[in-house]
């Protein structure tokens, strides 16, 4: 492992400052343009989405994508998601609020309590420990998910909540991103003083290293929440029962009624109008903590 | 850190220490062991049996293996996923590595607004990215054909059996250049501005700058994107999952891997066999993982 190279998360943004007042600054209409095109290729089907979330299922057919149809159905299909099959939609919105929430507070929390115990303490095995899970971000997930469902399946843990939260708590690269985090935002000298005072060794951890390890934290738990939120493979295999269903896999089951063209049971318009507001909390979540993520991700990109 | 744990001489002391140590990385080694390790080695241990009707289930050592590597169908799942990797991810990072240097120059008009828009698929499930996609290559809404026939042109059926592998590749294109660009960017606005502001001043272009400073600067954070893709690349599930109903013809059972180890266990009931593809499949992902992680050190080892 190599020295961390980083600068704090609070330089990134002075550094920013700095350079746009640099003499040498000029704007580019060339690549502005071309920036543009490209954001514009990343926006357009999300907007077709939330235009065809607005249509009936006749106009889905006969209006032109990125306009309007004849009629504005936005309520009249948010009803029909809701109200559609006795009204699970909600159900499965829920269980994917509480597979996300439980899984990415006990993702990060576990992870956090590691690196932070990588970083700042000297123990026998420490390197080992370390490249194991290093070595870990390599291994494929789903290639484990058979086993794993086998093995939750002989003893009748399937069809259960916890067959998906419990391997969804297990993030390398939280710890990865952890380890690197504490080692760079928690001084040495600001634990011995603690020590000296007299503070025991989790009571430190709990009060002056979750307090500095914020931004590596809320990281994390985005990333592990957007994880599991979007998550289907592992849900797929583990589930069976309709109402302990995730979004992801209540959609795919949704579309593939509706493509089947058993119009009573799904329309186009119900499908796309849950995925719509299947995907709404998630981004809204990106956009409000941004500042958090983006300064977290700065700290682990750096180093391998 | 040696320095630090030979100030810390006094006994009970430093062994609290490590007892802290250990405590703080108890619960993700037990959940880490639980769901990693254990399924892997459950995997191992599945994959060298068989279940025949007549027979029962046999112990077969190598067999499954033996049978994966002459699996034609697993082969040309292997292959696709390889045509996958040489032209969807050096695409895709190109891209993310352009529009993070774009923006990290300051160059770029509404820069943030152009970050934020790359970003946002990032935060959309796979599942209804790829049920979006589906809907725009269709041809019964499908935006895509609906702009070209408006325009005169030829509508290519983008879910035919040639297009389809380009139809996937975009659709992993479009949700994960975001991702990449941001770990590339974060990793960007960490390279200390003197490194780059002589070399400005001595009227650099900024495409020189970023090829001798900046590119070699986040080289770590680059080299992290590429080992995800690689992961990402083999696991491929969603698209043939979901895109299958739309043209069956075109997705066969064993399109990708992942794909083909699922419909093994689960349409066929082989899990023997299925235990033993995910397990070459891991294996595979690993071996190219490391060899890539292998040869960009070495060549950094000959450039100095």
Known sequence: MTTPVLAPPSAVTTKGASKRRSPRDRRSTLLTVLLWILAAYFLVPLVWLLIASTKNNADLFSSFGLWFGARFSLIDNLREVFSASGGVYARWLLNTVIYAVVSSLGASLLSTMAGYALAKYEFPGRSAVFSIILGSIMIPLTALAIPTYLMFSSFGLTNNMLAVIIPSLVSPFGVYLMRVYAAESIPDSLLEAARVDGAGEIRIFWQVGLRLLGPGLVTVLLFTMVATWNNYFLPLIMLSKSELYPLTVGLAQQQSAASAGSATQALFSTVITGSLVAILPLIVAFLFLQRYWQSGLSAGSVKE | MSALVARRTSHPLRRKQIATAYLLLAPFIVVFSAMLIVPLVYSGFLSTFATTLIGGTKFTGLANYARAFTDAEFLSGLGRMGLFLIIQVPLMLGLSLFIALALDSGRVRGSSAVRLMTFVPYAVP???????????????????GQILRALHLPAPNLLSSQNILGSMMNIVTWQYVGYNMIIMFAALRTIPVELFEAAEIDGASQLRIA?????????????LTVIFSIIGTFQLFNEPSLLRPLNPAAISSSYTPNFYAYNLAFINQDINYAAAIAFVLGLFIALISYVVQLSTRSREGDGR
Do not use: Q
Not at chain 2, 130 to 137: D, K, V
Not at chain 2, 211 to 223: C, E, Q, T
């Open chain 2, 126 to 144: 796979g599942v209804v990215s790829t049920m979006m996609w589906g809907y725009l290559y269709g041809n019964d809404f499908g935006l895509i």
């Open chain 2, 211 to 223: 090829w001798s400073i900046k590119i070699p600067a986040i080289r770590n954070a680059i080299m």
